[in-house]
């Protein structure tokens, strides 16, 4: 069995210095080697052997912040592992001491399709940092041709309502298959879309009406949240159905990013599929005639299988249940503290599937930087990420080598 590390980290606008990419926003050369430095320390203690980044404007900065973390690494291994010479080299201790760097290559960035480069309307991409490379070419997911189009249909009837169409993520979604010792996991990084309203600026205005605070509209800012919601969870199926692809190959999956919504939300439990019924022998039949036609205790073992094989499991949920503790966060805001990065996993993971590949061995939560804005006495940091990075710990079988070369970029 080998371990190994997945997190996710939203990092929180990483830009170089003094490039504007939110209206009025930049960073000065002073606050930018602030951020740099915080992210570098981050990143040495995830001590991550894959990390998903959200929220990365540009890939050179991110670079740098790499660089930099390998070379405080570096620099604590000379300090902490002993060489050969010492007869006390092998203790385990030192194996977890020591720092793996990343080096150049392993980093694969995606830019973000709707980002024209313009100063102060810029929009971020994300990236996946492998310490064990990628099989093939990460593969990003945006630009949607053909577009998604969701037909609505009046309740209780066939006749259509209308249409919801998807044309573009409003940030792109990540894909790349990695190899550990023989087995290839295949990673989704996401950040899908917030809870920001999304707002119609009409022609000739020169603004939404919606964002004049001093008129303000409940209904139509409300409007914007549900539009906003609608893209959430399209952007959600499909992330899903780019899940089921590589489901349907039965290759091991795991998904991780900012959901912009916690666990049990509609959006997160599309991407994760339903949770199947204990006993479907009840349930009327989807062709009932009569009252007491129900599926049979065959086709209820049926049902729970084909629910169960595409149902990814929460990181965070397996290791609540495990462990004594009640509270795990992400984000602090308004006295609300809440879970929205998460990290999934399909059932190969899952040591109560006869067919697992490995498993979660335990699961870090790195929120200590954390202040709740809303907090008249807590200063914001608006230099450190507003979110914590988490972190899965896994343990996997040791698969044949695969015949698919590892690349890097």
């Not at 409003?170 to 190899?179: E, T, V, Y």
């Not at 049990?264 to 994760?272: P, T």
């Amino acid at each position: 069995m080998s371990r190994f590390t997945i997190a996710s980290f939203n990092v929180k606008n990483l830009i170089g210095q003094d490039k504007e990419y939110y209206r009025f926003q930049s960073y000065t050369p002073e606050e930018y080697a602030w951020k740099s430095d915080w992210m570098a320390d981050q990143i040495l203690t995830l001590d991550a052997d894959i990390v998903g980044f959200q929220e990365i404007f540009e890939e050179e900065p991110l670079r740098e912040v790499i660089a930099e973390a390998d070379a405080r690494g570096i620099q604590a291994n000379a300090a902490t592992v002993p060489d050969r010479s010492k007869r006390y080299h092998r203790k385990a201790i030192f194996r977890k001491l020591a720092y793996g760097p990343y080096g150049e290559t392993g980093l694969a960035f995606a830019p973000n399709a709707n980002d024209t480069g313009k100063p102060g309307q810029r929009r971020p991409g994300l990236a996946i940092l492998s310490r064990f490379g990628f099989v093939g070419t990460p593969e990003v997911i945006q630009e949607l041709d053909p577009p998604l189009d969701i037909p609505m249909s009046h309740l209780g009837g066939e006749e259509e309502a209308g249409h919801y169409t998807l044309r573009c993520l409003s940030r792109p979604i990540l894909k790349a298959r990695i190899p550990i010792n023989g087995q290839v996991v295949t990673v989704f990084n996401c950040h899908l879309k917030s809870k920001l309203g999304e707002f119609i600026t009409p022609p000739g205005a020169a603004q939404a009406p919606e964002t004049v605070l001093t008129a303000y509209d409940p209904a139509g800012r409300a409007l914007g949240a549900l539009r906003a919601a609608l893209r959430r969870m399209g952007e959600a199926w499909v992330l899903r159905r780019a899940i089921l692809d590589e489901l349907e190959q039965d290759r091991p999956v795991m998904v991780l990013g900012d959901f912009n919504d916690g666990e049990h939300a509609v959006s997160s439990e599309i991407i994760s599929g339903e949770m199947p019924f204990r006993n479907y022998s009840w349930m009327l039949r989807h062709d009932a005639k009569h009252a007491n036609d129900r599926y049979s205790r065959s086709e209820n073992v049926q049902i729970q299988e084909a629910v169960d094989r595409v149902r990814l499991r929460s990181a965070e949920k397996v290791f609540l249940k495990r462990s004594l503790r009640d509270v795990v966060y992400t984000t602090a805001f308004g006295g609300v503290h809440e879970s929205i990065d998460q990290i999934y996993m399909s059932r190969h993971f899952d040591p109560t599937w006869s067919g697992a590949k490995g498993q979660m061995l335990y699961y870090s939560v790195f929120n200590d930087h954390l202040t709740d804005g809303s907090h008249p006495e807590a200063p914001y940091n608006k230099l450190a990420s507003d979110h914590g990075q988490i972190m899965a710990h896994m343990e996997l079988r040791d698969g044949p080598e695969t015949d698919e070369p590892a690349t890097v970029r």
